[in-house]
């Protein structure tokens, strides 16, 4: 079975704080995506990356950046957290048309 | 461009009863189409995808959908709710344009509540 991995299920970091998070699979894939999801709003993709160190912007990568140095991590980079950034991030990996998640870090910015 | 729209932000039905979650598709090109659940504080799990075979679909859990291009449509059904169906549904189209080809384009989702 395909598996994806976040660093955390929960996290809480306060305003302007450098936030990591992590996402690993371990199935070779050569694309891999962040998604937030807000209630009423969907999942929202911010960024994803086809290859390592390619990157692509989604919908909303403002205030985000992302690092894929290795073909199985892909992290994403809250340079300097605020509030409106309190959301459930997924990330996800993708093999042929299908996107296999991850179980979600849901961050709160105190 | 491709969108998805689902129907419904929460559906309620009692168990037993039949299910259907509503989603409308607007795509140029034939469209793959997929539906996902999550299970509370979970990531997406992948329900079924139609990818242009056969037009009903079925997929996990007892769930199926029916693609009806006529109708841009691909609602999904379940004969007999479960309380274990209590979710968020998510319909999904994947992209046919510039660099976001083969990425998803998500609905807002539809959360499930099956009553006792």
């Known amino acids: 079975d395909v598996k994806v991995t976040q660093s955390s299920r929960y996290l809480v970091k306060r305003t302007g704080e450098k936030v990591f998070l992590e996402c690993v699979q371990d199935?070779?894939?050569?694309?891999m995506f962040w998604y937030r999801q807000d209630p009423g709003l969907g999942l929202r993709l911010i960024y994803f990356?086809?290859?390592?160190?390619?990157?692509e912007k989604g919908d909303i990568p403002e205030g985000y950046s992302v690092s894929r140095e290795k073909k199985e991590r892909f992290s994403l980079i809250l340079e300097s957290a605020s509030t409106n950034q309190t959301s459930m991030y997924l990330c996800?990996?993708?093999?042929?048309?299908?996107?296999?998640f991850g179980p979600g870090t849901r961050l709160t910015v105190l | 461009a491709q969108s998805v729209t689902q129907l419904g932000s929460h559906v309620s039905v009692s168990e037993g009863a039949l299910v259907l979650l509503r989603c409308n598709y607007s795509?140029?090109?034939?469209?793959?189409l997929f539906w996902y659940v999550q299970y509370p504080n979970q990531g997406l799990q992948l329900l079924l995808k139609?990818?242009?075979?056969?037009?009903l679909v079925k997929g996990i859990n007892g769930f199926e959908a029916e693609f009806k291009k006529s109708e841009t449509s691909f609602h999904l059904t379940k004969p007999s709710a479960h309380m274990s169906d209590a979710a968020e549904y998510f319909c999904?189209?994947?992209?046919?344009?510039?660099?976001?080809?083969?990425?998803?384009?998500f609905g807002k989702g539809t959360k499930l509540s099956v009553k006792p």
């Open positions: 996800a990996s993708r093999l042929a048309n299908e996107q296999f």
């Open positions: 199935m070779d894939h050569e694309n």
């Open positions: 990356s086809y290859d390592v160190k390619m990157k």
């Open positions: 795509s140029s090109v034939p469209p793959y």
């Open positions: 139609y990818t242009s075979a056969a037009t």
């Open positions: 999904a189209v994947r992209a046919y344009y510039g660099g976001s080809q083969g990425n998803l384009i």
